[in-house]
């Protein structure tokens, strides 16, 4: 009996580290941004960025040259807003403003690489937040639509996106658990929110032969980060890979102005 108090004692004391964790400034082990009063130039940005990515990602195993690049490429700090703009090379989620976060950079990689598309593919993304991960999708797909319930978030990366030239990158302000039917079917899906259960409109709008990479709710206040394919006959194969904590996916809501 006192074991079982003593850990759910534990598992309340860590769900409550982790809900926080996002919104903690860490210092990352010497890193330029922890000197706080110098301003960052796009060189000292391009550095934490190549350390980004031997550190955290490929340290963590991706090895997909494309996404490396895409990774190495993609000015992440651009996506950030300004007052957390220093860190935005570190290891963990960042605020980006009205409860959402951008994630970790190694989730992004991640779940680009178990995407595993290529520059003939279309891929619909749920959840634009900062626009991040459509970014780094457009530097290797070949049209990107991505689909963001909060208006102000959504017309915020759209203006990104357009600012930083990624032109195959399409923005719409909706409900992304119905899916983009009229541009539909894509080779993949990518949902950045977590969700209750797979949405059926992403199930329908996913072709034969696609993949669809999503956090689904498991019973332990995270989510399992799925891959589903869909066979050349319509059928549906999920596997668990990772556990993750992504910020829910809303579902028959209207859009928040
Ligand atoms: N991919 C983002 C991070 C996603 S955070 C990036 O690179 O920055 C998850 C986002 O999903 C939030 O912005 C949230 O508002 C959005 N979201 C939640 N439910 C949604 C829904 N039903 N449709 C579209 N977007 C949704």
């Known amino acids: ?28 082990k010497d890193s330029i941004a922890d000197g706080k009063n110098t301003k960052l130039t796009e060189e ?24 490396l690049d895409a990774m190495e490429k993609v000015p992440r700090h651009m996506f950030v807003p300004e007052g957390y703009r220093r860190y935005s090379y570190y290891d963990q989620p960042l605020p980006i403003g009205l409860g959402q976060t951008i994630s970790q950079p190694y989730i992004v ?20 937040g900062s626009g991040y991960q459509a970014a780094v999708l457009s530097t290797i797909a070949k049209e990107v639509y991505t689909i963001e319930i909060i208006e102000a978030l ?20 909706s409900d992304g658990s119905l899916g983009w039917p009229d541009k539909g079917p894509f080779d ?40 589903v394919e869909k066979d050349d006959a319509g059928n549906i194969d999920a596997k668990k890979t990772i556990p993750v904590r992504f910020v829910p996916l809303v579902e028959g809501e209207k859009v928040t102005k």
């Open 1 to 28: 009996m006192k074991y079982i108090t003593l850990i759910s004692i534990l598992i309340v004391l860590s769900c409550i580290f982790y809900s926080y964790l996002p919104f903690m400034n860490f210092k990352g």
């Open 44 to 67: 000292d940005y391009a550095r934490e960025r190549k350390k980004m990515v031997e550190q955290q990602i490929m340290a963590r195993g991706v090895k997909d040259k494309k996404i």
């Open 109 to 128: 990689a991640l779940m680009t690489e178990m995407l595993d598309v290529d520059n003939e593919d279309t891929v619909l993304e749920i959840g634009t």
């Open 154 to 173: 959504g017309l915020r990366a759209e203006e990104s996106l357009r600012n930083l030239g990624y032109e195959n990158v399409n923005v719409k302000i």
């Open 188 to 227: 993949a899906i990518i949902v950045t929110a977590a969700a209750e259960k797979i949405p059926d409109p992403l199930i329908s709008q996913l072709k034969p032969g696609g993949r669809m990479v999503i956090p689904v709710n498991n019973t332990f206040y995270s989510q399992d980060l799925l891959i």
